[in-house]
């Protein structure tokens, strides 16, 4: 399987490096839900630019704490440098040079991987000296604006110039399956009951996986590749080394991956972690199975299982959509199923949805509950259709497309579902101004 290649943004707080990478990315917006732990913003992204495929990592920022920053700059950015392709150095265009922004610039430079210096907030900075920049021995500056878009063009051409192009899609692809959990839950069992045969390597020491590993099989003749995935602890407890680049290389596979399944351990029962690693999954717009494994280790009456199913229904609203089966890799329970409801997925993410009914839904659903409006101005949606697969995205043209409220959205959503079947897919709304002229728009996943 070809590894996507890794961009790292790295830089100081408050450079603007989160704006560019939700710039680079599409504005692609953190899940938000009332439970606790769930509210993030994405760290990775998939970006496509002209032929060129990478996923984006968004660094946290170098900071002075303790006079360690040189310290604190050579772990993140030896992080990085040990699976990136391209480092871009984040600078803030209308701020002197700073300690940090010269510890960052060197020790990417000492790397050996190719380094871009991207001045941010370039829209701020009147009369910019870029010769002031570059003291710090990035050859290739580019001043860019998240907020406006100026310079990301130059910034994409600049980073996929040190890139292989990716391959044209092939028309028959195998789907590709991801298993990605916590460690020790069971993922790389799984694998062997889905495969049939052992050839992945299983410990009962959290942490064996260390890289992505594939196998391709045959369901009722379709392809399937399966991905064993390193399991990924809370950020709070993932390690230096190996371990952090294990995470990054797992959470580039969510990107890979079609559909992912979430393996939870059933002896501990449903995590936090488990909770950001659906949130990453749904983030990124990929089919998602929620696998509560190791089922027939738990002690269990004929209640036990509804009583976990409405807990975690509880704690997972945000993809309340997902499939939830329970697993055993040691009795081969419903190993068969997760076959079976991939398929199933993968048709549905391709569903095209014609126009004419969903407008006469639209239109049903505009009449019944029209968007609320705020200071006098009064969204109105006056046409809808479907724009891509892989999610399924719907666009709606409207008047004020930014006061289109999330509870409107949810409401538009669950109805859309109702009407056509998207279990186990996230599916995105966009709302564009009517003429087109307005560019703006919002994604929206479940809430």
Not at 158 to 176: D, G, M, Q
Not at 350 to 356: A, H, I, L, N, Y
Request: charge should be positive; glycine fraction near 8%.
């Amino acid at each position: 399987m070809a590894v996507t290649p890794i961009v790292a943004i790295v830089g100081r707080p408050n450079v603007g490096k989160s704006s560019l990478f939700n710039r680079l990315v599409g504005t692609r917006q953190a899940i938000t839900h009332e439970t606790a732990h769930t509210t993030r913003n994405a760290n990775y992204g998939s970006v496509e630019w002209g032929g060129y495929h990478f996923t984006l990592v968004d660094t946290a920022g170098l900071s002075r704490e303790g006079g360690e920053v040189e310290l604190q700059a050579q772990d993140q950015i030896k992080q990085m440098a040990s699976t990136a392709s391209v480092i871009i150095v984040t600078v803030d265009a209308a701020t002197m040079i700073t300690d940090e922004d010269l510890a960052a610039a060197r020790l990417a430079l000492k790397s050996g991987k190719p380094v871009i210096l991207a001045l941010g907030k370039i829209d701020t900075a009147s009369g910019t000296d870029i010769e002031q920049w570059r003291r710090l021995g990035i050859s290739t500056i580019i001043g860019v604006s998240a907020i406006h878009g100026r310079g990301t063009g130059d910034l994409l051409d600049a980073i996929t110039s040190h890139l292989e192009a990716v391959p044209a899609p092939e028309t028959n692809r195998p789907l590709k399956l991801a298993l990605i959990g916590r460690p020790n839950v069971g993922k790389s069992s799984l694998i062997n009951a889905l495969v049939g045969k052992q050839k992945t390597l299983v410990s009962s020491v959290p942490g064996t996986t260390r890289d992505v590993a594939s196998e391709l099989i045959k369901y009722h003749g379709r392809e399937i590749e399966l991905l064993d995935t390193a399991g990924v602890r809370r950020r709070g407890k993932i390690e230096k080394g190996v371990e952090k680049f294990s995470a990054l290389r797992t959470l580039s596979a969510i990107n890979e991956a079609d559909i992912c399944v979430l393996v939870m351990d059933a002896e501990e029962g449903q995590v936090a972690g488990d909770l950001n690693l659906a949130g990453q999954i749904v983030d990124a717009g990929k089919g998602l199975i929620l696998a509560m494994n190791k089922w027939d280790a738990v002690d269990k009456d004929d209640k036990t299982q509804d009583r976990m199913t409405a807990l975690l229904r509880t704690h997972f609203q945000f993809a309340w959509w997902a499939p939830l089966i329970y697993t055993s890799a040691v009795q081969g329970l419903h190993v068969n199923q997760l076959m079976e409801l991939a398929v199933q997925i993968e048709d549905r993410r391709r569903t095209q949805v014609p126009t004419g009914p969903f407008n006469r839904l639209v239109e049903k659903l505009v009449a019944k509950q029209p968007p609320a409006g705020l200071k006098g101005k009064l969204p109105k949606i006056n046409y809808g259709t479907q724009t891509e697969i892989n999610p399924p995205t719907f666009t709606f043209f409207c008047t004020y497309p930014d006061l289109i409220h999330f509870s409107y959205r949810r409401y538009l959503e669950n109805n859309i579902r109702d009407e056509w079947d998207f279990a186990g897919t996230p599916i995105r709304l966009e709302f564009r101004h009517k003429h087109g002229d307005d560019l703006r728009s919002s994604r929206s996943k479940k809430k």
